[in-house]
């Protein structure tokens, strides 16, 4: 019989380990958080990138350099926690070294801006695959974490949603974009994700809750509310969405896109009402957008009700296998 990627995640890897007392929170958020002194805790994440399942043969290699450790941020950035090291696994078919010096490239521009470490790793030759672990500090009292959610808080996103899913559909020719200008810039959000570190940091002692948007909207604000043993309710008309994407699909579409496409490496989280004017306070310059509101009621509830634009709940590995 087939699991899910979570099924998995939950039968024979959350629970029956050793456990160890500094560890503060484990497998089930963006980020495990170690605490390592009385103050600081280490946030830890990993994230795999596999050829044909995370990103298309055709993808240079200076945007998977770039893209891997951004996906890897985007965890800690989802923590509030601030980078400081990483380690990178790296299996690939050849060693060529055009292909290195890019994917070096893409690597450390990121790694430069986001001041982190390259301290280690491991190098095989097989099909293409990066894996980066990161690890960054945050005060432990102060993490986001997935579970802290609270009736009446505010639910927010940072950017924009559904471009890195058109920007794919774009890349695979599944659609034709009229504009090349579009087309650039919506395939550039899919290669090239902001992870939203700046963001998750200023949010520490405004917000308790977030979790970045890897797989859409709809699937992770789903784990977030679970987590959280609330519900939501969202208001379509309030989702931000890109005047590349306005100009390129139909509202509906866009709507789709923007619950269930995977990709956008955005930050959800919520805000009790009290702290929206320290939020706007605190980040000026970021584009927030107050989508919906967190309820008692278990579930997801989007205003108007339009459940046809939740076709699929994001991406799960493992749904396709019998
Ligand atoms: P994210 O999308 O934020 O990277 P995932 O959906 O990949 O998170 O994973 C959900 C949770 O399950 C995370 O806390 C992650 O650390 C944990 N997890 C995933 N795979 C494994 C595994 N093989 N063993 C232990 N924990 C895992
Ligand atoms: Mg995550």
Sequence with gaps: MSVTEFEIIRKYF???FPQRSEVILGVGDDAALCQVFPDQALAISMDTLVENVHFPHNTSPYDL???SLAVNLSDLAAMGATPAWMTLALTCPLADEFWLTAFRQGLLELAEQAQISLIGGDLTQGPLTVTIQVAGWVAPHLALRRNAAQPGDKIYVTGYLGDAGLGLASLQQRIILIQSANKDYLERRLTRPTPRLREGISLLGISKCAIDLSDGLAADLSHL???????ATLFLNQLPLSQSLKESVDLQTAWELALSAGDDYELCFTVSPDKEEQLNMALPHSQLTCIGEIDHKLGLR?????????KSTGYQHFMQST
């Design 302 to 310: 989007l205003i108007p009700d339009n459940q046809s634009v939740l």
């Design 225 to 231: 509310l679970e987590a959280s043993q609330v519900g």
């Design 65 to 67: 350099g770039y893209k």
């Design 14 to 16: 959350k629970d029956g």
